[in-house]
């Protein structure tokens, strides 16, 4: 095989890539992960931060 099994593997998931509604579903999946790492920093650096938020 010329290229490889990665050059096989992205051959095979180029269709999905090109879908927008995946595209749109890894950026959502992306920005949720963010979020709670953005979220899970803030509470080391400030205390009592959970009881303000959701109280």
Avoid: H, T, Y
């Amino acid at each position: 095989m010329a290229g490889g099994p990665l050059l096989q593997l992205w051959e095979n998931l180029l269709p999905f890539a090109k879908d927008l509604r995946i595209r749109f579903a890894i950026a959502m999946l992306g920005n949720v992960l963010a979020i709670l790492f953005i979220f899970s920093l803030c509470k080391m650096f400030i205390p009592g931060l959970e009881e303000q938020l959701f109280s």
